[in-house]
C-alpha cells in the first residue's frame, strides 16, 4: 500500500534545461508535501514544501506544483545544474499530529554537461 | 552547530547479537523519528516520540525497540539482529507545528549503515 509514488526511478537531463521530478499521492488526509535532496553518504535534506492551501511555491530554481483534485505534485528546476545530481524524495504528512513523513521511492536525477 | 548527530556511521553485526543506535540533536526539537532505507526504496519509519517520555511504533517497528528520557536522545536498540534488518537508519527531528508557523521540514542525520551477517 504505497500511499505516495514517484514512478519515474531515474531522470536524466541537460545542463541549463528544465528538470520535472513528479510524485502521486493516495492519502486525503495529507496537507503537507515536502521534496528532499540526498546525496551518496549523506542524510536527506529538506529542499522546498507546499502545503495544501497552495498551488505553488517558489524558492529560486525550484518550484513545487500542488494538484489537489489530481492528487499529483511536480518539483520544477531550472535552469538545471551538475550540482542538482541526487536522489530526490517526495514526502507527505498530516500537520495535525506527530507531522510522521512518508516518502515516495525516489527519483535519481543526473544532469549532464 | 551540529544538528542531528548518528552514531556509529557503519557496523557489522552478527545475526543474534544486539546494538544500539545513538541519536542525539540539539535543537530542542519535540519530534523525533527513526526511519529505514532499503535500497531502491523509499524511508519507512520505525518509531517515532512526540516529547520525552512518549514513544509510539511506525510503519515497520518489529525488531527494534527505542526510549525518549531526554529531549535530546532517541536511541534506536535492535535486539536479536537478523539479516532482514540491513539497511540504512536515519534519525530525524522536527518541531511541533505552532499557530501560523508553516514549515514543518525535518532535519536528518547523515544516517547509520548496518549489515547483519
Known amino acids: 500500500d504505497q500511499q505516495v509514488k514517484q514512478n519515474s526511478p531515474s531522470l536524466s537531463v541537460q545542463e541549463g534545461r528544465i528538470s520535472i521530478l513528479n510524485c502521486d499521492y493516495t492519502n486525503s488526509m495529507f496537507d503537507y508535501f515536502l521534496w528532499y535532496k540526498k546525496y551518496p553518504a549523506e542524510g536527506p535534506t529538506f529542499l522546498i514544501s507546499i502545503s495544501s492551501i497552495k498551488d505553488k511555491n517558489e524558492d529560486g530554481r525550484f518550484t513545487v506544483f500542488l494538484n489537489k483534485s489530481a492528487k499529483h505534485l511536480s518539483l520544477h528546476i531550472v535552469p538545471s545544474q551538475p550540482g542538482d545530481s541526487a536522489v530526490y524524495f517526495c514526502a507527505a504528512t498530516a500537520i495535525q499530529g506527530a507531522q510522521k513523513l512518508v516518502f515516495g521511492q525516489g527519483t535519481r536525477l543526473t544532469i549532464n554537461p | ?117
Not at chain 2, 517497528?61 to 537508519?89: H, K
Open chain 2, 1 to 117: 552547530n551540529a544538528g542531528v548527530t548518528q552514531t556509529p556511521k557503519f557496523r557489522i553485526l552478527k545475526i543474534g547479537q544486539s546494538m544500539t543506535l545513538q541519536c542525539t540533536q540539539d535543537m530542542n526539537h519535540n519530534y523525533m523519528y527513526w526511519y529505514r532505507q532499503d535500497p531502491g526504496m523509499g524511508l519507512k519509519l520505525i518509531y517515532y516520540s512526540v516529547g520525552a517520555g512518549i514513544t509510539d511504533k511506525g510503519e515497520v517497528p518489529n525488531g527494534y525497540n527505542v526510549s525518549r528520557s531526554t529531549t535530546e536522545d532517541f536511541p534506536l536498540r535492535l535486539e536479536l539482529a537478523a539479516p532482514s534488518q540491513t539497511s540504512v537508519y536515519f534519525c530525524a527531528s522536527t518541531n511541533r507545528r505552532g499557530p501560523g508557523r508553516m514549515n514543518t521540514e525535518a532535519f536528518f542525520g547523515q544516517g547509520t549503515r548496518l549489515t547483519v551477517v
